[in-house]
């Protein structure tokens, strides 16, 4: 009985990370198609994901793609903070450029 509490509270544990995360997945997702997509869209057609997918892609390491969502942000004056901004990066990498 003692076992399969400890047992439960360690599943908890383990589950508590990855759910975090997804959360901020999620919210780079939220925040990429209110602000990002769009543009990208209107040039690369479909969800305008091939902007980071093309085969001559600027951004070609993780601080590239940290650079790349700093500059958006500024450039379109989106006032994000730095977790949104961090929010940003990681779905994008986890989805597009898996750095
Ligand atoms: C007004 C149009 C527009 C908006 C809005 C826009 N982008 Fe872009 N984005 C572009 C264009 C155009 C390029 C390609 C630039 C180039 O090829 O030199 C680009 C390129 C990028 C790239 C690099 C793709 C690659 O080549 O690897 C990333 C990442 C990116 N944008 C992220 C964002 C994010 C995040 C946002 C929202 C905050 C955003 N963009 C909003 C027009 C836009």
Same mark, same amino acid.
């Given at each position: 009985?003692?076992?399969?509490?400890?047992?439960?509270?360690?599943?908890?544990?383990?589950?508590?990370?990855?759910?975090?995360?997804?959360?901020?997945?999620?919210? *780079?997702? =939220?925040?990429?198609? /209110?602000? $990002?997509?769009?543009?990208?869209?209107?040039?690369?057609?479909? #969800?305008?994901?091939?902007?980071?997918?093309?085969?001559?892609?600027?951004?070609?390491?993780?601080? *590239?793609? =940290?650079?790349?969502? /700093?500059? $958006?942000?500024?450039?379109?004056?989106?006032?994000?903070?730095? #977790?949104?901004?961090?929010?940003?990066?990681?779905?994008?990498?986890?989805?597009?450029?898996?750095?």
């Amino acid at each position: 009985m003692k076992l399969r509490l400890l047992t439960a509270w360690f599943c908890a544990l383990a589950t508590l990370p990855a759910s975090a995360a997804d959360q901020s997945l999620q919210a *780079g997702k =939220k925040l990429v198609d /209110t602000h $990002c997509i769009s543009c990208h869209a209107s040039s690369y057609g479909g #969800d305008g994901s091939g902007i980071y997918t093309r085969e001559y892609r600027k951004v070609r390491s993780f601080n *590239g793609l =940290k650079a790349q969502v /700093t500059n $958006c942000n500024t450039m379109l004056n989106l006032k994000w903070f730095d #977790d949104e901004e961090q929010q940003v990066v990681q779905y994008l990498n986890h989805t597009y450029y898996h750095f």
